[in-house]
């Protein structure tokens, strides 16, 4: 029987799959085709140069043994890289590699050159010099489902997160969108949902990453002229998981190659997992196209945990730790620390720390102390500087941006808002108020605080923003 290309490819896969980790071979050999077989040299297509450079850096010598063993010594490996992605640089080329020799590496009909041979940027997680062929997943093991304590608070988020976990891709909260406030839990949660998915489905390639790291590495392949190879990598990715997706906020490179990889892996049924500190209809300076998506699967909020939820939190906590706390003592601080849990935790932390390092019980006298102490110390100023600070923080711009001259309607709002904030909370007169808000007279003030009281009474989403604000200057 001759020998075809898929025949021989075939083999020499059932070689390679014997002698490299499943997730190796399912992320760098699976997406392969073979194409055709003439005069020993057996040519194969691959989604990328930079797919091509990654099996010439890691795999070269596996291929060349599998090869050799199929079609003998003279065998040849060509390459055909079609760059198959939303850029449009669809133009095959080919590169012929003789795999007896791969210093004399020959090409014929080349359009892109051959560079960048370094793996620094290949994958993004890489250290510059060492090589690392899987694709570590940046997961904690320490945030798990077990340390997630289920509550009212955050019932609808942990239920989606654990049927995302048993079946990623395969419900129909894809992307899964998780938001709330500072220290309820997003990036627990996130953690969570991929701990699991690695534990039940070892198999795949799950990646956790801030969005301000996807931001840099995105900044940092378009400076080296990698932008192809960098979105080809996340589109190998089966479940993606992006904390702080807000800060995508106002980066319209960033969005644009986002939104490419988001539609890649979701029409291929690959999971995205999404945390915010904001709903979808709240996230300010980015594309309506994206906003769209995010609102393909589930958001689910996050809200402050109750109070039988932060008793729950506590003896979680002192059960991890291995510490025991009379029960008078865990209900002064579920009664005494309601802001987050992040918050609850470092106040636990505090109280066994003071214990043992003083070799003193566990009082209430003590708890009393520490969280009089803790409380005191984490409560922020309420001035006109820190009002601009939350205010800015917000609407995500900087304070400058604030105080500029810029009639833009969100920037205005938000000047108006701080405003506003700085008459109700501090006894500045509007004419200082006016001074320190980017140099305004106190007519200024004064019709911005009509705007904001008239906007609340008649504009639902500018009373959130009311709403959302008071609360930030007010814990």
């Known amino acids: 029987m001759s020998k075809t290309a898929e025949s021989v490819w075939n083999n020499c896969l059932a070689f390679i799959e014997d002698n490299i980790t499943s997730q190796a071979y399912k992320t760098w050999f699976e997406p392969i085709k ?15 140069k930079f797919f091509y450079e990654w099996l010439e850096e890691h795999y070269v010598k596996i291929l060349k043994v599998a090869l050799t063993k199929e079609l003998g010594t003279t065998a040849k490996l060509v390459y055909i890289i079609r760059m198959e992605n939303t850029y449009g640089n669809k133009q095959p080329f080919t590169e012929k590699i003789p795999s007896a020799n791969r210093s004399n590496l020959q090409s014929q009909d080349v359009d892109v050159p051959l560079k960048n041979k370094s793996p620094e940027l290949k994958n993004p997680f890489i250290i ?4 690392n062929v899987k694709i570590e997943s940046q997961l904690n093991p320490n945030y798990n489902f077990e340390s997630f ?20 891709g395969g419900t129909s909260f894809n992307p899964l969108l998780i938001f709330g406030g500072v220290g309820l839990g997003k990036t627990h949660l996130g953690h969570a949902i991929g701990v699991d998915i690695k534990d039940k489905y070892p198999e795949k390639t799950v990646l956790y990453i801030s969005a301000e790291k996807f931001t840099q590495q995105y900044i940092e392949s378009v400076k080296k002229n990698n932008r192809n190879d960098f979105i080809h990598f996340y589109q190998i990715i089966d479940v993606l998981i992006v904390d702080d997706i807000q800060l995508l906020s106002g980066k319209a490179g960033t969005q644009d190659v986002f939104f490419h990889i988001f539609n890649h892996l979701h029409q291929n049924g690959k999971q995205v997992i999404l945390t915010s500190d904001k709903a979808p209809v709240d996230m300010i300076d980015i594309e309506q196209r994206l906003l769209s998506r995010f609102k393909w699967g589930l958001s689910a909020e996050l809200n402050h945990p109750d109070y039988d939820t932060r008793v729950a939190i506590i003896k979680n906590k002192l059960y991890r730790d291995g510490v025991e706390m009379p ?57 006109i500087d820190y009002i601009q600070k939350v205010v800015s923080d917000y609407f995500q711009m900087d304070v ?37 808000i980017g140099q305004r007279d106190h007519a200024t003030v004064l019709h911005a605080c009509k705007t904001v009281d008239n906007l609340s009474s008649t504009d639902k989403q500018f009373r959130k923003y009311v709403e959302d604000l008071s609360k930030k200057l007010t814990l």
């Open 34 to 48: 073979a194409v055709k077989l003439t005069d020993n040299a057996l040519s194969i297509q691959v989604p990328s």
């Open 327 to 383: 029960d008078d003592i865990v209900e002064f601080l579920a009664n005494n620390i309601k802001t987050n849990i992040r918050e609850l935790e470092g106040a636990i932390i505090s109280l066994i720390a003071h214990s043992s390092f003083n070799k003193k019980e566990i009082t209430i006298d003590l708890a009393r102390k520490i969280v009089d102490n803790y409380v005191k110390h984490t409560k922020r100023e309420v001035s």
């Open 149 to 168: 304590l289920e509550g009212e608070s955050n019932r609808l988020a942990r239920s989606a997160g654990l049927a995302v976990a048993n079946k990623p």
């Open 128 to 131: 510059p010099g060492i090589r």
């Open 400 to 436: 400058d941006t604030l105080q500029s001259k810029t009639r833009k309607r969100h920037i205005v709002q938000a000047r108006q808002l701080a405003m506003f904030f700085a008459k109700k909370f501090t006894k500045a007169s509007l004419a200082s108020i006016g001074s320190q």
